[in-house]
């Protein structure tokens, strides 16, 4: 499959999960994905690599595709990350593969990141504190991100309020005090040149996102897993002004479409060139992308 052609593209969606790989394995518990759907009122089966390649191939965009490693927690396997890595590689021209690994996993979780980046041409990592059960700022994981950084891949952390868990009974065990992005603080600092994306608005965190953005050269933030007319006010300002260059969309697909979150983004009083920054040119330029090439 040919690699992307960023001009074709409408748009590069920062956030899009892989939900089953080709042997019908899931990358969540039933009882998780259907409190997850409950909240974000979607209702579908599980979708693998192709269904997503297909949606997003139909709609001219591209997508950073990855699972989660919450097995520590949820004892459910993840999805292997060199699977996705190796099916989103048949879809080049539109998938860019990311891969979850918990830092809980310690040396072994070192070793892989390099072998998913170097072999397996791995974009990025997703780190996810809740499913994870981890703070971002725990020295713990310091190590893994020095390999990150070393790497030069961006690294994607939940931020905010999480749908996953929501109404389960104790909320499946998932705590929110491990997604206040004021701990990415800390991260930027000790890790000057690694890339952070806070994903998502980071209910009821907004501030605090904000506030990390404007502070460090090389944080992000996606704005995944909210219909944009929920968004902040404060939010959609500093997108529109200070933070132009560094915000990115993302959906959340398959929970939230893509086709829904663009429709109400067009709807947001924003400049022309922050709206194009935000659903296209700041995710090429944060991954390395050009016309007619992938990230290298």
Do not use: C
Request: hydrophobic share 40%; aromatic share 10%.
């Amino acid at each position: 499959m040919s690699k992307i052609n960023v001009a074709d593209l409408v748009a590069i969606d920062m956030h899009v999960h892989i939900e089953s790989d080709d042997h019908g394995h899931t990358d969540m518990p039933d009882d998780f994905r259907e409190a997850a759907q409950a909240h974000f009122g979607a209702a579908h089966d599980p979708l693998g690599i192709e269904a997503v390649a297909a949606h997003y191939r139909e709609r001219n965009m591209a997508a950073v595709v990855f699972t989660v490693d919450h097995e520590a927690t949820t004892g459910h396997p993840p999805i292997s990350n060199r699977y996705i890595a190796e099916e989103a590689a048949k879809h080049a021209d539109v998938l860019i593969p990311f891969a979850s690994i918990d830092p809980a996993r310690g040396k072994a979780a070192i070793t892989e990141a390099r072998i998913l980046v170097q072999d397996y041409g791995i974009k990025g990592f997703k780190f996810h504190p809740n499913l994870q059960s981890f703070f971002p700022n725990d020295h713990a994981a310091y190590p893994l991100y020095e390999e990150i950084q070393s790497l030069g891949v961006p690294a994607l952390f939940h931020t905010g309020q999480s749908g996953i868990g929501a109404g389960m009974p104790g909320s499946g065990g998932i705590r929110l005090k491990y997604s206040n992005p004021m701990a990415l603080d800390d991260v930027a600092v000790d890790f000057p040149e690694l890339r952070i994306i806070m994903a998502h608005p980071s209910f009821p965190w907004q501030d605090e996102a904000l506030a990390v953005a404007v502070r460090h050269n090389h944080v992000y933030i996606d704005l995944s897993g909210w219909s944009p007319k929920y968004f902040p006010a404060n939010l959609v300002q500093y997108a529109n002004t200070m933070l132009q260059e560094k915000v990115l969309f993302g959906s959340d697909f398959p929970l939230l479409p893509p086709d829904r979150w663009m429709a109400d983004f067009a709807k947001l009083e924003l400049r022309d060139g922050p709206r194009q920054k935000i659903i296209k040119d700041n995710a090429v330029r944060l991954l390395g992308l050009d016309s007619g090439t992938n990230a290298s």
